[in-house]
């Protein structure tokens, strides 16, 4: 029986707002945005994109833009003046970006992953990714927190559920322990959303929100869980797929 006070911790924030609050304990963050941008770079990875660069800005998405990469940009959920594409997954299953770099500018996920960057190991989390995800994590044996990107600072449930799930499953190993008031919410919101995520996200926000944007094959794409058996981790500035071989 491992001692108690020897098991990692795994906790969930929920918006990069909050983020300052738990910084310092973690070796592990994964970002989710599961509507959408962080299921478009497991579905990029997962269609042979070689490196994704997650930028904060539209200007630096230009400056890149200027050099000759392929980049897309995204805001309030559509596609920024003079780029090509934004942040749908479908935008990613191009055979033309196989084996290519590609830059991404969004809202809220491409942030949080920058604001991540400066306090651990960033790992991309999303619906798409979760099995795999959930096992690589457990053989870590690291201190994991799972940052929801949320909307515009604000928390979100798809982000949230899906943090849960990623909890639920870790603390299930007995090797993980969960201290948080936030944490135990996502895992019960995660509990009760299980079984028919799409449906009980139906009256969410960005749901809403993309739905009036006419995205709803993006948002069935993002709520579908295990499309895509990819472990998009940083490394420096660009994250990069880790082979699947090596997780489990
Ligand atoms: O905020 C983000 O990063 C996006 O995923 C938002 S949207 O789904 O494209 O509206």
Avoid at 10 to 20: A, I
Avoid at 137 to 155: A, I, R
Wanted: proline share 3%.
């Amino acid at each position: 029986m491992v001692d108690l006070d020897e098991r990692k911790k795994v906790e969930v924030c929920f918006s990069p707002y909050l983020f300052p609050l738990y910084k310092e304990e973690f070796e592990i963050i994964v970002v989710i945005d599961v509507l959408r941008a962080t299921s478009a770079i497991c579905a990029a990875f997962q269609n042979g994109v070689k490196e994704l660069i997650p930028v904060s800005t539209v200007e630096e998405a230009q400056d890149y833009q200027k050099k000759g990469f392929l980049v897309g940009a995204e805001r309030q959920g559509q596609i920024v003046e003079g780029f090509d594409f934004g942040n749908s997954p479908f935008s990613y299953m191009r055979p033309d970006f196989k084996g290519q770099t590609i830059v991404l500018s969004t809202t809220n996920g491409t942030k949080s992953i920058n604001i991540a960057k400066e306090s651990g190991r960033v790992v991309i989390g999303a619906l798409s990714n979760l099995d795999v995800l959930k096992e690589w994590l457990v053989k870590q044996d690291k201190n994991v927190l799972c940052l929801c990107s949320g909307w515009q600072n604000k928390f979100n449930l798809e982000d949230t559920i899906c943090a849960g799930a990623i909890l639920d499953h870790m603390l299930s190993t007995g090797q993980y322990r969960s201290e948080e008031d936030a944490s135990i919410a996502a895992k019960y919101l995660f509990l009760s959303a299980k079984d028919n995520i799409l449906g009980y996200l139906k009256a969410s926000s960005h749901r809403r929100r993309l739905k009036n944007l006419n995205l709803n094959e993006d948002i069935k794409y993002c709520l579908t869980p295990n499309t895509c058996p990819v472990i998009p981790i940083l490394d420096d500035d660009r994250l990069i797929s880790v082979g699947i071989d090596s997780i489990i």
